[in-house]
């Protein structure tokens, strides 16, 4: 049975984890965004990303990462808040490249190796929290590992992975965010390191019917786990009908008249592929 999406934190003898399945999730966001599968894992990935990294953060909080290299699928923007609910997209979903000599979806390939990670945490407080640092690989989690530690100072290790079955569809997708704390000792920063590079992929955990708890046990093998609280996670976008109006309400009055003109309007919500449409009648109502 495949579990629903849900993130679970725990520590053990001074590490901190989250662990997240989410390929419901990442399910929703390829087929709203039409994603072939190097999107589909480009943007299953960075979607993962962004709800490990809100996890966190308090009620009311954000995050944002925005991976934006030199290869063929553009920008990949992902949004999180840690009540569980995530939304994204990238800029070209339609980009499929072959996979790599090992057979793997070649997520390198599509994101580039040159350019940036960017990561904004919206606090509420009168500044947001920015920083940014260059790619140094293209698959996203090692570049969020190293993200962490450039610009936050903060050692931690990040793994991510998205299997996208052959009829396009997201077979599992899921991920960790391991974090030491200050007060970890050697013998235990050791034992986590082996267990890190013994284990099987993210991807072939889930696919092989282990949920967030399964992933934590494998990871901490050896250690003394304290599992904290697990989260529901879910694919929601902000916009609504409300809010397109608005937006169209603010439109110059020459847009505006180019819309009458029209007759009609329709507007995209970039991150989640919704479509809102507006009669004439609807326009001039709201103008
Ligand atoms: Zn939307």
Same mark, same amino acid.
């Given at each position: 049975?495949?579990?629903?999406?849900? %993130?679970?934190?725990?520590?053990?003898?001074?590490?901190?984890?989250?662990?997240?399945?989410? !390929?419901?999730?990442?399910?929703?966001? $390829?087929?709203?965004?039409? =994603?072939?599968?190097?999107?589909?894992?480009?943007?299953?990935?960075?979607?993962? @990303?962004? %709800?490990?990294?809100?996890?966190?953060?308090?009620?009311?909080?954000?995050? !944002?990462?925005?991976? $934006?290299?030199?290869?063929?699928? @553009?920008? /990949?923007?992902?949004?999180?808040?840690?009540?569980? &609910? $995530?939304?994204?997209?990238?800029?070209?979903?339609?980009?499929?490249?072959?996979?790599? $000599?090992?057979?793997?979806?070649?997520?390198?390939?599509?994101?580039?190796?040159?350019? #940036?990670?960017?990561?904004?945490? +919206?606090?509420? #407080?009168?500044?947001?929290?920015?920083?940014? =640092?260059?790619? /140094?690989?293209?698959?996203?989690?090692?570049?969020?590992?190293? &993200?962490?530690?450039?610009?936050?100072?903060?050692?931690?290790?990040?793994?991510?992975?998205?299997?996208? *079955?052959?009829? +396009?569809?997201?077979?599992?997708?899921?991920?960790?965010?391991?974090?030491?704390?200050? *007060? =970890?000792?050697?013998?235990?920063?050791?034992?986590?390191?082996?267990?890190?590079?013994?284990?099987?992929?993210?991807?072939?955990?889930?696919?092989?019917?282990?949920?967030?708890?399964?992933?934590?046990?494998?990871?901490?093998?050896?250690?003394?786990?304290? +599992? #904290?609280?697990?989260?529901?996670?879910? +694919?929601?976008?902000? =916009?609504?009908?409300?809010?397109?109006?608005? !937006?169209?309400?603010? %439109?110059?009055?020459?847009?505006?008249?180019?819309? #009458?003109?029209?007759?009609?309007?329709?507007?995209?919500?970039?991150?989640?592929?919704?479509? &809102?449409?507006?009669?004439?009648?609807?326009?001039?109502?709201?103008?």
């Amino acid at each position: 049975m495949i579990a629903m999406d849900h %993130l679970l934190k725990a520590t053990a003898e001074g590490v901190r984890i989250f662990a997240a399945v989410t !390929t419901e999730l990442v399910g929703e966001a $390829a087929r709203r965004h039409d =994603c072939y599968p190097t999107a589909s894992a480009a943007l299953g990935r960075t979607l993962t @990303g962004a %709800l490990l990294f809100a996890a966190n953060l308090k009620n009311e909080e954000a995050v !944002t990462i925005k991976i $934006a290299g030199d290869g063929p699928l @553009g920008r /990949i923007v992902a949004d999180a808040v840690p009540e569980g &609910y $995530a939304r994204g997209f990238v800029d070209n979903p339609h980009v499929d490249i072959p996979p790599t $000599a090992s057979g793997k979806i070649d997520v390198a390939g599509g994101v580039g190796r040159n350019g #940036l990670v960017s990561v904004t945490r +919206f606090t509420g #407080l009168e500044h947001d929290v920015s920083g940014s =640092c260059e790619l /140094i690989s293209g698959e996203i989690a090692e570049d969020l590992t190293n &993200y962490l530690f450039v610009s936050e100072q903060t050692p931690s290790s990040v793994g991510l992975g998205v299997l996208v *079955d052959t009829d +396009f569809s997201i077979r599992a997708a899921g991920g960790f965010l391991v974090q030491p704390l200050p *007060d =970890c000792s050697d013998a235990v920063l050791d034992r986590l390191e082996q267990n890190l590079r013994g284990m099987r992929s993210v991807t072939e955990m889930i696919d092989g019917g282990l949920a967030a708890r399964g992933m934590i046990e494998t990871i901490f093998d050896g250690l003394e786990i304290n +599992f #904290l609280s697990e989260t529901a996670l879910q +694919f929601r976008c902000q =916009c609504s009908r409300e809010r397109v109006a608005s !937006t169209l309400s603010s %439109l110059t009055a020459k847009d505006r008249q180019s819309l #009458l003109d029209d007759g009609k309007a329709e507007v995209v919500c970039q991150f989640c592929g919704e479509k &809102y449409q507006f009669s004439r009648a609807e326009l001039e109502e709201i103008f």
